[in-house]
C-alpha cells in the first residue's frame, strides 16, 4: 500500500503538470497520510535540513563558474584550440565538438550549459561546412552530457549528498567513464561521416597552433587545477567550485577582458536562478527520501528485486533497466533525488561498490538527457540548431546507441571503472 501510494502520488502529479519539487512534497504529504503521522513541522525542518548542506555549496559556485567562462571568451578560445589541432581533418568539426565537449566538461559539470555553448559556437558552423544539421546537433547533444560525468560534476555533487558516498571519490571515478564516453564518441563519428562530402578547413602551422594554445592556456589549466586539487587534498570539492568561480572570473575580467562589470549583474541573477531550482528540488526531495525510509519502501523494493541481491551483476542489469525507463519520463536531478534513497540500501545489501554505482547510475541518468519526451539536452540542441524533436533523433541515435555500448561495458566489467579511481584517489 505504501510503495503504491509513493508510486502513484508522484507520476499523479507529474502527470497533471505540477513541477517536480512540488511533486515531491505532494508524495510526502500523501506518504504521512497513509501511515498516520502528518506533521506539518516534519516537513518543515527536512526541507531545511535538505538545503542547509554544506557540500550543496559547491553547486551555485560551479553554475557561477560555468557563466563567468561563458562571459568571458574562455568558450570561444576552447573551441579555436581544438579547431587547430583536428579542422584540417575531413568531419573535422565533429571532433572539434568532441574535444570541446571534453574539455567543457572539466570546467562546468552541466550537460545544459556545455550544449548550450558549444551548440551556439559550432552549429551554424558545421551547417555552414555542409554538415548535416540533424546529425550535427545529435553529435553536440551526445557530447554535452560528459559534463556530468568527467569532473566537476553537478549531478554528483547531488548524489554524493543524497547517498553519503565521497563526492571527491565520484569525481576521480568519473574521469575514465568520461573519456571513454568521449573515444566512443570519435569511433561513431568517424564511421557515420565516412562518406560525406564536408568542406575541409586549412591545417595550422606549428606557430598558428602554439598562438591558439597560449591563447587558450588559462582556460585549459582549470580541469588540472580542479583535479589536481582535489586528488592532493588541497581542497575540498565545495571549495574546488569556489576556486574555480574566482578563477574563471580573473581570467574573463583581467586577462582575456571580455567580461565586463556591466555583465556581473545579469550573470549572478541568472546563476541564482539556476541555483534556486536545483536547491528546492534538493529540499524537497529530502522530505520524501526522510519518509521513503520511515515507511520502508526500500525494504519493499529489495523484496522485489531479491532474485537478483546475490547476483550484482544481474541486480545491475536490472536497475539500468528500470533507470533507463524512468530517465525517458523524468529529468537527470529528479531521477537522482527520488531513485537514490530507494537504491542505496540495495546496493549495500548486494555488496556493490557505492563509488562504481554511482558512476554508473548518473551515467544511465545523463542518457535519459538524450531520450525523448523530457529529453533536456535534446530540446536545448534543438532551440540552438532550429530542428524539432523528430529530426534531432534521426541524428543523435548512432551516438546514443555508442554511450548505450559504454554504459554496457561499464556494467559488465566494473575494473573500468574501480581500477583508475584507486590509481587516481588511492596513492
Not at 302 to 310: Q, R
Not at 346 to 366: E, M, S
Amino acid at each position: 500500500m505504501v510503495l503504491a501510494t509513493f508510486i502513484g502520488s508522484l507520476l499523479g502529479a507529474m502527470a497533471l503538470g505540477v513541477p517536480i519539487a512540488i511533486a515531491l512534497l505532494f508524495c510526502g504529504v500523501c506518504l504521512m497520510f497513509v501511515m498516520g503521522n502528518f506533521d506539518s513541522q516534519i516537513i518543515a525542518q527536512n526541507l531545511i535540513d535538505g538545503a542547509d548542506n554544506f557540500p550543496l555549496m559547491a553547486i551555485p559556485f560551479f553554475v557561477l563558474a560555468g557563466e563567468f567562462m561563458n562571459a568571458g571568451g574562455i568558450s570561444t578560445r576552447i573551441v579555436n584550440f581544438a579547431m587547430a589541432l583536428v579542422g584540417h581533418i575531413r568531419g573535422g568539426l565533429g571532433y572539434v565538438a568532441i574535444i570541446g565537449s571534453v574539455i567543457f566538461a572539466g570546467l562546468s559539470g552541466s550537460a545544459v550549459a556545455d550544449t548550450a555553448a558549444l551548440g551556439a559556437l559550432l552549429i551554424p558552423m558545421m551547417v555552414g561546412a555542409g554538415y548535416n544539421t540533424n546529425r550535427s546537433a545529435g553529435l553536440l547533444a551526445a557530447g554535452g552530457i560528459i559534463a556530468p560525468i568527467i569532473p566537476p560534476s553537478i549531478p554528483m555533487i547531488i548524489f554524493g549528498v543524497t547517498s553519503n558516498v565521497s563526492i571527491t571519490k565520484l569525481f576521480m571515478a568519473g574521469i575514465v567513464p568520461g573519456l571513454m564516453i568521449g573515444l566512443a564518441l570519435v569511433l561513431t563519428w568517424l564511421w557515420v561521416v565516412r562518406r560525406d562530402n564536408l568542406r575541409v578547413y586549412p591545417r595550422k602551422s606549428v606557430r598558428e597552433i602554439l598562438g591558439v594554445t597560449r591563447q587558450a592556456f588559462w582556460a585549459l589549466i582549470l580541469p588540472a587545477i580542479i583535479i589536481g586539487g582535489l586528488r592532493f587534498g588541497v581542497f575540498t570539492p565545495t571549495e574546488a567550485a569556489v576556486v574555480a568561480a574566482f578563477y574563471a572570473f580573473f581570467v574573463g575580467m583581467f586577462i582575456y577582458r571580455e567580461l565586463k562589470l556591466k555583465d556581473l549583474y545579469k550573470l549572478l541573477i541568472r546563476a541564482g536562478k539556476t541555483t534556486s531550482v536545483v536547491m528546492f528540488l534538493a529540499a524537497a526531495a529530502m522530505v520524501s527520501a526522510w519518509l521513503i525510509t520511515v515507511a520502508n519502501i526500500p525494504q519493499e523494493v529489495t523484496a522485489l528485486l531479491g532474485p537478483f541481491i546475490h547476483h550484482p551483476m544481474w541486480l545491475m542489469i536490472a536497475i539500468n533497466i528500470i533507470v533507463l525507463i524512468v530517465g525517458t519520463a523524468i529529468d537527470l536531478t529528479p531521477t537522482i533525488l527520488i531513485l537514490t534513497p530507494v537504491l542505496m540500501p540495495i546496493i549495500t545489501k548486494a555488496g556493490i561498490d557505492p563509488v562504481y554505482f554511482g558512476v554508473i547510475f548518473i551515467l544511465n541518468n545523463c542518457i535519459g538527457l538524450l531520450t525523448p519526451p523530457v529529453g533536456t539536452v535534446l530540446n536545448v540542441a534543438c532551440g540552438v540548431a532550429k530542428i524539432t524533436m523528430d529530426d534531432i533523433m534521426k541524428g543523435v541515435w548512432p551516438f546514443l546507441l555508442a554511450e548505450c555500448f559504454v554504459l554496457l561495458l561499464l556494467t559488465l566489467f566494473p575494473g573500468l571503472t574501480l581500477v583508475p579511481l584507486h590509481w587516481f584517489y588511492d596513492k
